[in-house]
């Protein structure tokens, strides 16, 4: 068992969390992870993806991996995202999917800590250039638990799909770790 899949196991259960469901089985995909208020968020997503020796990339804005914050980005899987270059977010990440044999990213759709009635759309994007499905993740924080969620391979018709994303989080329903700042009822 690796370093990485060990210190997973070790905080998990230190924090009492699990797993549940199936685990991906695509060698590419998408996963996006709800509710988002709080960078714990992304820490036991971290550690459950790792105890299940899927290593997911994340993007985050190139500004933060200054010395030595950056180091331990990338040694988490972040990978920096130019936002302010002539090639945009997409197509960052769809070159990953092309260059890459196996690969897969975290996306967090509310693309913020705060409240919102909004979700950011790219990851549909993402996952219809590269052909690749989309697992919809959640986090509760009430049941300690994290789940891929269901596979679901967009149709083409993107709000018809999106509809169908947001009756599968209001019917998951989970417990954010600030409750008043997730809003299952998105657009």
């Avoid at 060990?6 to 998990?12: D, E, G, H, P, S």
């Avoid at 590269?130 to 083409?156: C, H, Q």
Wanted: glycine share 8%.
């Amino acid at each position: 068992m690796g370093l990485r899949k060990t210190f997973a196991k070790i905080v998990i259960k230190v924090f009492g969390w699990h797993h549940e469901g199936q685990v991906p089985y695509d060698d590419k995909f998408v996963i996006i992870a709800m509710p988002h208020t709080s960078m714990m968020d992304f820490v036991m997503g971290l550690v459950t993806f790792w105890s299940k020796d899927i290593y997911p990339y994340v993007f985050i804005k190139k500004e933060l991996f200054f010395f030595p914050m950056g180091l331990l980005l990338k040694a988490l899987g972040a990978r920096p995202l130019n936002r302010k270059g002539a090639t945009g977010m997409i197509e960052q990440v769809l070159d990953c999917f092309n260059k890459e044999e196996k690969f897969c990213i975290c996306i967090t759709p509310e693309g913020t800590r705060k409240r919102t009635t909004k979700i950011k759309r790219g990851f549909y994007f993402i996952a219809t250039q590269a052909n690749v499905p989309i697992y919809m993740g959640v986090l509760d924080y009430g049941k300690k638990s994290l789940s891929y969620g269901e596979r679901f391979v967009p149709t083409g018709d993107e709000e018809k799909d999106f509809e169908y994303i947001r009756k599968y989080y209001k019917a998951a329903n989970p417990v954010a770790r600030h409750p008043e700042q997730f809003c299952a009822d998105f657009k």
